[in-house]
């Protein structure tokens, strides 16, 4: 009687092996991933110091101008087909604006495109400082960090190859950061005054009936010690792109910065893409459930101390990541 139940526990170890090494090896097989170039953290650093020193980029300045002529080289020196959009828009205070978003295509004739996006202005005011209020702030985080990774995703992009029916599409958004300021107190409520850009693009594409696959939205995510929640609206209209982009960069060993947690809805550039085109759209966005944006946030403390090179790699290794597995 022991020797048959000995026997029979055998049996069941020896299927239970099996199953577990067919399991291990579909697993490992649903696992292999693309082969990723290096995202060069300095590089991106670079590119956001690089913007901070031609000064704030508040429209109608002459740092905007710069920083416009700036970019617009760096995509075409990466070999990336480059448009302008050109465009007026009113502001809160009446003013009207000329603004520029700036389009930069790489693998431009691919059908499956995907869409990176950032805001390149910088605010005019600093409504949240204690000092200096009507000062405008450099804008290190908010806005540079943002065209930092896009820029050097550019750059990579340029020296390797995704496949061939993969295009990209860097969409960078001029007007985003100059809404009513947080001390107003009156508002016109007849318009959103935020992301006059991507309110323009959404309604308007650089391309008659441009599509993307998806797109993804970088706005301050260079911060020290950021942590990326789910925020609202990404959760809401593309639930797939963020579980899939949050997956990816926790199996990446960056957990530390992809919080699997839900954040309230911002209103950013990624609403309106979303809402007028149709595409979904993903904000990784430094914004926490608990406190809010980061103390910085629409300060003079948004300067190049605040940027932190492994943030940076953190967000740009894991966007890297998700283009190539297309």
């Not at 092996?17 to 696992?31: I, R, Y």
């Not at 295009?167 to 016109?188: K, Q, Y």
């Not at 991507?198 to 998806?214: D, V």
Request: glycine share 8%; hydrophobic share 35%.
């Amino acid at each position: 009687m022991k020797s048959k139940i000995l026997f029979v526990l055998f049996l069941v170890v020896t299927v239970w092996a099996c199953d577990s090494k067919t399991t291990s090896k579909q697993e490992a097989e649903q696992n292999v991933y693309k082969d990723v170039p290096e995202f060069n953290a300095d590089s991106a650093f670079y590119y956001i110091q690089k913007q901070v020193d031609f000064g704030p980029r508040v429209p109608m300045t002459s740092s905007h101008e710069q920083t416009k002529e700036w970019i617009i080289s760096k995509f075409e020196e990466f070999g990336l087909d480059v448009q302008t959009q050109e465009f007026q828009a009113k502001t809160y205070d009446g003013l009207t604006w000329d603004l520029t978003n700036i389009i930069a295509s790489y693998n431009p004739t691919a059908q499956k495109r995907i869409m990176i996006s950032a805001h390149w202005d910088t605010r005019r005011i600093a409504d949240k400082d204690t000092q200096r209020i009507d000062e405008p702030i450099d804008g290190a985080n908010d806005g540079g960090s943002g065209v930092g990774v896009a820029l050097e995703l550019a750059r990579i992009l340029s020296t390797s190859e995704l496949k061939a029916d993969v295009g990209v599409d860097f969409i960078l958004f001029d007007g985003e950061d100059d809404g009513e300021p947080e001390h107003a107190t009156r508002r016109d409520n007849s318009q959103i005054w935020w992301c006059l850009g991507s309110q323009y693009w959404s309604k308007s594409p650089h391309q008659s009936g441009y599509k993307a696959y998806y797109g993804i939205l970088l706005d301050m995510v260079g911060g020290k010690g950021a942590r990326f929640y789910r925020e609202g609206y990404s959760m809401y209209f593309a639930r797939n792109i963020v579980n899939k982009v949050w997956n990816y960069g926790i199996e990446l060993g960056y957990s530390d910065y992809f919080i699997l947690k839900d954040a309230g809805e911002i209103t950013d550039d990624h609403y309106f893409v979303n809402k007028n085109a149709g595409i979904p759209m993903i904000d990784i966005i430094e914004f926490s459930p608990e406190i809010g944006f980061g103390r910085y946030h629409h300060t003079h403390d948004d300067n190049m101390d605040l940027i932190d090179r492994r943030t940076l790699k953190a967000v740009g290794h894991t966007v890297l990541f998700t283009i190539y597995q297309e």
